[in-house]
């Protein structure tokens, strides 16, 4: 079984900064990509940004230099550093890889729980 676990939600002020992490555990064999979703309340969940397993890197417009995703495939993280947060990024924030758990097997979707990010002053 593939678990993975966020951390680093918090209530943070307009303007203010938060890093997320992501760990995966597990039988885990390979991870290709992994990346950051969030879903604000009454709203569908979105791409935040991807990263793939050599570190290139994928953004949503809304969030285009103010956030950065960083991965350490040794430890299995994956990592968002927010800068300059808004209150529309308010959202529970969610980890996704994609996961193998042998040589011969494919890849498959695997989500966390999510972490709350609150941005108000």
């Known amino acids: 079984q593939v678990r993975l676990v966020e951390s680093g939600g918090d209530l943070v002020q307009p303007g203010g900064s938060l890093r997320l992490s992501c760990a995966a555990s597990?039988?885990?064999?390979?991870?290709?990509?992994m990346g950051w979703y969030r879903q604000a309340p009454g709203k569908e969940r979105e791409m935040v940004a991807r990263i793939t397993s050599i570190g290139s890197t994928n953004y949503a417009d809304s969030v285009k230099g103010r956030f950065t995703v960083s991965r350490d495939n040794v430890k299995k993280m994956v990592y968002l550093q927010m800068n300059s947060l808004k209150p529309e990024d308010t959202a529970r924030y969610y980890c996704?890889?994609?996961?193998?758990?042998?040589?011969?097997?494919?890849?498959?979707?695997?989500w966390g729980q999510g972490t709350l990010v609150t941005v108000f002053s």
């Open positions: 996704n890889a994609l996961v193998r758990t042998a040589p011969q097997a494919g890849y498959f979707e695997v």
């Open positions: 597990g039988i885990i064999f390979s991870i290709n990509d």
